[in-house]
T-cell receptor, first 113, second 111 residues
């Protein structure tokens, strides 16, 4: 009965490859996010979508492209993977009302070799 | 969003209350105080949030000072499963909804 799910849980790939991470939420929320947690454990926002519309796009390389086919899904596609992309990527969702709470997925551990 | 300051780590005895402080001296009137925690290898978990009144739920209590420049998260009876990194975050509803995580407090609950 998972609220926010991500696939895959682990992803090991070679430098230069293109990969996608999928996120789905069954909470009926209208806003979804991608966060990145690097080796120093700092969590940083990457993107946010509200009703399939991009509302936050932090200074992320354009090799990263989020796609939201519907309100329940926000996928992250990464082109030409680099060693520095190795991190844990967390998806989250919330309902866009005053003081809404974000619920996080379990994370996808990406290792670029 | 206002910056928060938390101690980097603290220990707590199992069964005792854990009091986690957070300073947010530059908080503005429309900013909420949120607490999340991250247990090892898991996604951040929402604990509680408040604006100016003290709040309590099944997980914890949040005490916000009258001037709103600091707050304390209280875990009333800490268990070993409460070992985690606890993040205090100040966020405005008008700031694009993002959560800005700092370093947090690493809490170790000891038997």
């Amino acid at each position: 009965d998972t609220a926010v799910s991500q696939t895959p849980k682990y992803l090991v790939t070679q430098m230069g490859n293109d990969k996608s991470i999928k996120c789905e939420q069954n909470l009926g929320h209208d806003t979804m996010y991608w966060y990145k947690q690097d080796s120093k454990k700092f969590l940083k926002i990457m993107f946010s979508y509200n009703n399939k519309e991009l509302i936050i796009n932090e200074t992320v390389p354009n090799r990263f492209s989020p796609k939201s086919p519907d309100k329940a899904h926000l996928n992250l596609h990464i082109n030409s993977l680099e060693l520095g992309d190795s991190a844990v990527y967390f998806c989250a969702s919330s309902q866009r009302t005053s003081g809404e709470t974000q619920y996080f997925g379990p994370g996808t551990r990406l290792l670029v070799l | 969003d206002a910056k928060t300051t938390q101690p980097p780590s603290m220990d707590c005895a199992e069964g005792r209350a854990a009091n986690l402080p957070c300073n947010h001296s530059t908080i503005s009137g429309n900013e909420y105080v949120y607490w999340y925690r991250q247990i090892h290898s898991q996604g951040p978990q929402y604990i509680i949030h408040g604006l100016k009144n003290n709040e309590t739920n099944e997980m914890a209590s949040l005490i916000i000072t009258e001037d709103r420049k600091s707050s304390t998260l209280i875990l009333p009876h800490a268990t070993l499963r409460d070992t985690a990194v606890y993040y205090c975050i100040v966020r405005s509803g008008a700031a694009g909804n993002k959560l800005t995580f700092g370093g947090g407090t690493r809490v170790l609950v000891k038997p």
